[in-house]
């Protein structure tokens, strides 16, 4: 059937050329392959049976969406859970040990010496207690201008501590607590306060001097509390700390 529209296309074409009173030109057969084509492309545009491969653009999305919204949407499904493997980790409420360093830490650094070790002093140098006394100026004698005096702030006292310091041993030893990395606490009633440092020549907390066989110091720690808690002196402890040595003597 396309075949005879095409001829006859051709021979209208032909007549029409003729009847211009133009000649026929001479066409390859790959002309007259392409003018047939383009012959018979315009005759099926006329045809309503023929649906052309150019399709709107528009009609096509229509019909699409038309088409994805009957397809019924396929529900994905839920992934499986996977055990979790055995023994990963440890139950910090079953497996982990807990250790309770709390209160015990400052027991395990520090070791409990004596009084005389905890201050750095030789063993053949014993320390003995005398007593304290209880003052707003230190020393109280006005007359010793080669004292250095240590005053006590307003509404405060001071608590001077005793000791006697003797050389048991047969030579010379030599008291150094300056060189020492001391912290000292003095307890009253069970309230502390930090022994004071100071220039007195006989403080205990800078103290260096020697001692021959026998011999014996005076020598002062110092402390200043509010004057209101000194009032009543029941209790008296002291505390030395000296890097990894720790020594706490109840004096009175």
């Keep these: 059937m396309k075949k005879k529209i095409v001829a006859a296309l051709l021979t209208g074409m032909a007549l029409m050329m003729a009847g211009c009173g133009n000649a026929i030109p001479d066409m390859t057969d790959e002309q007259l392959q392409a003018v047939g084509e383009y012959t018979a492309m315009l005759l099926l545009s006329h045809d309503v049976n023929y649906r052309s491969r150019l399709v709107d653009i528009e009609t096509l999305i229509t019909e699409e969406a038309g088409s994805f919204e009957q397809e019924t949407p396929q529900e994905t499904p839920a992934p499986e859970e996977t055990p979790a493997p055995g023994n990963v980790g440890m139950d910090p409420t079953q497996d982990t040990p807990v250790i309770d360093l709390t209160g015990e830490q400052g027991n395990e650094e520090q070791s409990v010496v004596s009084l005389e070790e905890a201050l750095g002093l030789s063993g053949q140098l014993t320390l003995s207690y005398t007593g304290h006394e209880i003052t707003d100026s230190y020393p109280q004698d006005e007359s010793a201008e080669e004292y250095f005096t240590v005053d006590a702030e307003d509404g405060n006292q001071l608590l001077v501590l005793h000791f006697t310091l003797q050389n048991q041993g047969e030579g010379t030893e030599m008291a150094n607590t300056r060189e020492q990395k001391l912290m000292v606490r003095v307890s009253v009633n069970g309230i502390t306060s930090v022994s004071l440092t100071t220039l007195l020549e006989n403080d205990l907390m800078l103290y260096q001097e020697g001692l021959n066989p026998g011999e014996t110091r005076e020598v002062v720690l110092l402390a200043e509390f509010e004057a209101q808690s ?23």
Excluded at 233 to 243: I, P, R, T
């Design 230 to 252: 000194l009032r009543d002196v029941a209790s008296v402890e002291l505390n030395v700390k000296n890097d990894d040595k720790n020594a706490t003597i109840q004096l009175e």
